[in-house]
């Protein structure tokens, strides 16, 4: 890719890199060197620019602290066999960014600024991205408002940001679930299809409540109704049930359209899987879990890619589901999706692209 924008690049002099323990990586700690700055102002995304990574200076009445306009997006570079740097499907996160902009009343970014201020940036921190299997270097790229008002409205100026962490093998252990049936994490009209900051605010006080009752993570069901099982907040979650893999639709606007979601879909239906998109009700998932239909549970993420569940809590009663075999769905497609991430099967999908 050839830069054609103006990119100024100051870079550090003194690199974290030795000092960095790539065998005890901490999801989200060890950060690295530099970052990538663009600005919003008088109408314009301008100042592009490539900076140590270093604080940042805010006036207390800088707007996102009152009234938080900020979005977010997560991803991740990987470094195949022969020491090269693929990106799996960072377009989809640049125009995933760009619909949590608008709904959040934010300018959307160019794509130009998105795509080569990350490519530049890992090409400057590539010694950064682990070349260990499972390792990879994960991207956050964000924009938050940064007018110094009080006054409540869309702010006129915003930052856009990336930096990035090495990550270490994300060995999932299968994880517990409650199914959430009081609190909401989104509603119809609301922002939950946003990767907004403020979405995760709210969810942070039912997810702690049940994990003081010793669980991981909660399963969301619709605010209306509680009876439809949505995501999990930071995941999406799939069923296996009768051989049919059962999802939520992201129609309502409720549920966060997952990139990883929509690429395990995809291979599914490959894979000559029957896919569903359908609300799964609670009632029905019970039953499945009563009478040993349920095959599998999963949930879906950059993080983790797929995260194996083990055990969940509906209205009070524990079901631990069957271990599963080794041919499992969930095992082939996260090894399929391992393989086309790390390079080391052929993309045809057009899901890599090298930096
Ligand atoms: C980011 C996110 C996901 C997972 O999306 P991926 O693109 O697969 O990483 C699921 N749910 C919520 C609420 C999220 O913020």
Not at 76 to 99: C, H, M, T, V, W
Request: hydrophobic content about 35%.
């Amino acid at each position: 890719m050839k830069t054609m924008l103006q990119i100024k690049v100051t870079k550090t002099k003194h690199s974290r890199l030795p000092e960095t323990d790539f065998n005890n990586l901490v999801f989200g700690r060890s950060i690295s060197d530099h970052m990538f700055v663009a600005d919003y102002k008088n109408g314009e995304w301008t100042d592009l620019r490539i900076e140590p990574y270093a604080p940042l200076s805010l006036n207390p009445a800088n707007s996102t602290l009152h009234y938080g306009q900020a979005i977010f997006e997560g991803m991740k570079a990987y470094k195949n066999p022969s020491g090269e740097i693929l990106l799996f499907r960072a377009d989809a996160n640049q125009k995933r960014l760009n619909e949590s902009a608008v709904r959040m009343c934010i300018p959307e970014l160019p794509e130009e600024i998105f795509m080569e201020g990350l490519t530049t940036l890992l090409d400057l921190d590539r010694n950064w991205i682990p070349d260990k299997p499972g390792y990879s270097l994960y991207i956050r790229p964000f924009i938050f408002a940064t007018d110094d008002y009080l006054g409540v409205k869309p702010s006129e100026t915003y930052k856009f940001m990336i930096f990035t962490c090495p990550v270490g093998d994300y060995y999932s252990k299968p994880v517990s679930v409650k199914v959430e049936q009081h609190y909401s994490r989104a509603a119809e009209g609301g922002t939950g299809f946003a990767k907004a900051a403020g979405n995760y605010a709210g969810s942070l006080y039912p997810a702690q409540l049940a994990q003081k009752q010793g669980y991981d993570q909660l399963l969301w069901t619709d605010a209306k109704t509680h009876e439809n099982i949505e995501e999990s907040g930071t995941m999406n979650v799939m069923f296996i049930i009768n051989d049919t893999l059962i999802t939520a639709p992201t129609k309502t606007g409720t549920i966060l359209k997952g990139i990883t979601r929509d690429s395990v879909l995809k291979l599914a239906k490959e894979m000559g899987y029957v896919v569903e998109e359908r609300f799964l009700k609670v009632s029905e998932l019970e039953e499945a879990l009563q009478n040993g239909k349920l095959q599998e549970a999963f949930g879906t993420g950059t993080a983790a890619t797929i995260a194996h569940i083990a055990k969940i809590n509906i209205r009070d009663n524990d079901y631990i589901l069957p271990k599963k075999p080794d041919y499992a769905f969930s095992y082939q497609v996260l090894k399929k999706l391992d393989d086309i991430k790390y390079g080391r099967i052929e993309d045809h999908r057009g899901w890599i692209v090298k930096v």
